[in-house]
């Protein structure tokens, strides 16, 4: 399944109307790998339209289905069990060195946690940015 809908949609959901304890995680990645990378849904989302296909919780759920889009965009995934464990996934990218290194992992984890911004920006025109202040991005770390 693709989910074509705004970010504040996509969080609000989660955060403001189920309460779920969204977090954010600020990638390490080119403009030019996320074009890549957006294709790739784009053509993923259009297959589907064409051949839908089952979703398997453990063979195609919400991690693994992105890791095939990384490496369909050119990326490297290596794979680790903490791509099919629900949780894990913050962990793995840290170690991958995809998120910011500098701090513990688990105070980058406290940081993503965006639900609380997303409620308070709930009606803001600068959602996107709000949900994010705060957030560790590892887009800084290398300017510093």
């Known amino acids: 399944m693709s989910l074509a809908t705004t970010e504040r949609d996509a969080v609000r959901l989660r955060s403001n109307v189920r309460g779920e304890d969204a977090r954010l995680y600020r990638l390490r990645t080119s403009p030019e790998q996320a074009r890549a990378l957006l294709l790739e849904y784009v053509a993923e989302?259009?297959?589907?339209?064409?051949?839908?296909?089952?979703?398997?919780?453990?063979?195609?759920n919400c991690t693994t289905a992105v890791a095939k889009l990384v490496r369909a965009a050119g990326g490297t995934l290596p794979f680790d069990w903490r791509l099919i464990a629900n949780g894990y996934l913050p962990g793995y990218l840290y170690d991958r060195g995809a998120v910011i290194t500098t701090i513990p992992l688990s105070e980058l984890m406290a940081l993503a946690r965006i639900h609380e911004r997303a409620k308070a920006a709930d009606r803001s025109p600068d959602f996107s940015r709000l949900i994010r202040v705060g957030v560790p991005s590892p887009v800084a770390q290398n300017a510093q």
């Open 45 to 60: 989302a259009n297959e589907l339209a064409k051949h839908p296909a089952f979703y398997n919780s453990l063979t195609t």
